[in-house]
Nanobody, 117 residues
Framework: QVQLVESGGGLVQAGGSLRLSCAASGSTSSINIMGWYRQAPGNERELVATISREGNTNYADSVKGRFTISRDVAKNNVFLQMNSLKPEDTAVYYC???????????WGQGTQVTVSS
């Protein structure tokens, strides 16, 4: 089992920045992919960004050039630097990992990000 705890959400004006953090604990040695998803009211949960142990990254088109994902493999943390925030970025952001050969998923409880216009 892996436990994920997010922090860093909040309220920011459009054009501002926030940095999300996620700390993993438990069976962390088996974690392959770490990433962030988000879910806005009335919408499905969507991928924001992922990063592998080797540092390979993947971003949703809507956040490319504005968001940066990074990872501290040794400390089992993943971060999401969000710049030039837009009201449409408002959502609950969830930390997500895939672990083991079968890529078992684990989710954090989520952190609210609200961008005011």
């Amino acid at each position: 089992q892996v436990q994920l705890v997010e922090s860093g959400g909040g309220l920011v004006q459009a054009g501002g920045s926030l940095r999300l953090s996620c700390a993993a604990s438990g069976s962390t040695s088996s974690i392959n992919i770490m990433g962030w998803y988000r879910q806005a009211p009335g919408n499905e949960r969507e991928l924001v960004a992922t990063i592998s142990r080797e540092g390979n990254t993947n971003y949703a088109d809507s956040v490319k050039g504005r968001f940066t994902i990074s990872r501290d493999v040794a400390k089992n943390n993943v971060f999401l630097q969000m710049n030039s925030l837009k009201p449409e970025d408002t959502a609950v952001y969830y930390c997500h990992v895939l672990r083991g050969p079968f890529r078992l998923p684990s989710w954090g409880q989520g952190t609210q990000v609200t961008v005011s216009s």
